[in-house]
């Protein structure tokens, strides 16, 4: 089992620019170790995402640049098939993109 957890509790896990690619990461990990047989994201704190911060994320989205490395997979699953379960343990606020990204679990 690959737990992955969102850790930026103070700011109500507001996903900064590194969190998604971070994810990303732990997404293509999860697929490609065949030790690994289910992923649970979950998160640290009082809430499961605020959504985007967007100080942080902003200035990134507009240069149409995709956040998400080559050895990784994409968080909303648009990146073809995958063949492990993704379990999201949401709890508290879960805000605009963390919507998806459960959704998407």
Do not use: Q
């Not at 089992?1 to 971070?22: C, D, H, Q, S, V």
């Not at 994320?57 to 998400?68: D, E, H, L, R």
């Not at 999201?88 to 606020?93: D, F, L, N, T």
Request: proline share 7%; glycine share 10%; with cysteine.
């Amino acid at each position: 089992m690959l737990l992955m957890g969102l850790n930026r509790p103070r700011k109500r896990n507001a996903f900064t620019l590194e969190m998604p690619a971070e994810l990303s990461r732990a997404y293509g990990l999860l697929e490609s170790d065949d030790d690994l047989r289910v992923g649970v994201l979950f998160a640290h704190g009082e809430h499961f995402t605020g959504g985007l911060d967007l100080a942080d994320v902003a200035p990134a989205m507009t240069s149409g640049k995709s956040p998400f490395p080559d050895e990784g997979r994409n968080p909303f699953r648009i990146d073809g098939t995958w063949r492990k379960p993704l379990v999201a343990a949401a709890h508290g606020r879960v805000i605009t993109a963390g919507i998806r990204v459960a959704a998407c679990s």
